[in-house]
């Protein structure tokens, strides 16, 4: 909300200059996919930063990488490994919290420490041994390898923000609940999650967006055909010669929308959690 | 049904000491007050008795059945929390039936005991609301309201005005106290203002870290301090406290200091056994309060009653009235 007594307008354009600016850096890449996705081959090389006109229009792109029967199938297995890992992130992340939170034990720090190691230590560095690990349990070319590894990598940073804002739910509240019955359980879930539901969508939201990119785990994990994820399946139109851009562009423009949708439902959420109110 | 006993209640948190043995014994259908500064922990007590926090050791009895093992909803207790602590999701009638359907209570009894409720708080065009489309007022008197369907043995109060500002606090007061006479029950309250304490308690425990220092009626405090803490602490403006070394006649007796209250001293412009200047002058209408310097006493607090015309610089004389000086020995005891 821009206030006339205390921002000058000069301030306010330059604040909104560099907005502006960042927006545009931001969004010109996708832009950019989007746009040569509807165009042909020929003028995808020529003008690559041309919107397309009639004469170069083209669905050729989306015909071939919907005409792949495949790409629905790896469409649904992104969908299944990204929402299943949220789920599992969600609630294992905000259990965690809640335990180091609210209840004082032995080794109550260390333990929050510990889970908080996560965020600095990359999972990619464990990939042999995840590889191995999933060689023994023949988890190998199936979805539920994705997932597992996944949840392994959001939790942290969920345990860390969530336990965050979880402290900062009011004691008398949970008191009144343990006052008026309810397990320890039910507080959980019937009084702290709704209240923490804005931090659940950050959550959500961040722990999503690099599981849907991820092309790492697909490829190493379940790169078999059954089971490709769709950064992964747009590889296909890569070639070591001769690339298909118009598909691989097309496989990118379709892969935006998905999560697209996702981080809407996911902001409501967290708008609707503000504007909530709380206990006073 | 509804008396409370506590036999050496101690707590301690790691190596601090918060409650150190406190014995009390509440009767059926009286009102307790817990006053004290805060960090006394007359709040941590409150908690014990709830069931929220554990004592380290010591018996909790609620009618005469050992409760220390109890969890909470068990115990036959309501509390009123200070933020209310309504459940913000829920409407003003599902906040106050939540407890009723956790214990399996039947349907139509829920309803006729939230109408009964919301009917004596007045809260029936409220009752389909959220918290936060309530007023701080009616959102304590929802609180309120969600304890007395429970039909507690005891009510449990954690300085549930401190939130409120002036006006709606004097009127809330005047609520407690009639719901406590209409409801003939057990209440247990915890405050730091000892206005509170003295307008709505049948029996005062002043607590000081940790322990308590007097337990009495209203009056049975203010007449007659234990000691020097609760002499200072029970009575608005505070009580004058004056080393017995200037005053030669009392340090025979072995009195070490003197209390006397600001409205037990007379004031002239002409005789007087303390001569004095007028430092400030606060005219309240009802009550003028004079802060003097006296040459015996040193600072000096004076209520009259009603309006007089003093004003800073004035020299006057105080006279104490003997009858209502207050003598403590050296540990800061009473001496009768």
Redesign the interface.
Known sequence: MSNRARMSPVRTGFVHLALAAYTLIALFPVFLTVINSFKDRNAIFRSPLQVPLPSTFSLIGYKTVLGQADFLNYFQNSFVVTIASIVLVLLFGAMAAFALSEYRFRGNALMGLYMAIGIMIPIRLGTVAILQGMVETGLVNTLTALILVYTAQGIPLAIFILSEFMRGV?D??K????????SEY?IFFR?VL??VRPAMATVAVFTMIPIWNDLWFPLILAPSEATKTVTLGSQIFIGQFVTNWNAVLAALSLAILPILVLYVIFARQLIRGIT????? | MGSLQLKSIRKAFGDHEVLKGIDLEVKDGEFVIFVGPSGCGKSTLL?VI?G?EDATSGSVRIDGAEVINT????RG???V?????????LTVKDNMA??LK??GTEKSEIEARVAKASGMLSLDPYLAR???ELSGGQRQRVAIG?AIVREPKLFLF?EPLS?LDAALRVQTRLEIAGLHRRLKATMIYVTHDQVEAMTLADKIVVLNAGAVEQIGSPMDLYNKPANLFVGGFIGSPQMNFITAERLPDFARTGVKTIGIRPEHIALSRDTGEWKGKVIHAEHLGADTILYLETEVTGLLTVRLFGEHRYVADDIVFATPDRAFIHRFDANDQAMQ
């Open positions: 009011s008398d509240l008191n009144a609940g343990r006052i008026d019955g309810l039910a009084l709704p209240l909530a109110g709380a206990v006073k | 908690r709830a929220l969890p909470p909803a068990k207790i309501a509390m929390f200070q933020s209310y602590a309504l459940y913000p999701h939540l407890g956790q214990a959220r918290p936060a969600r954690d939130n």
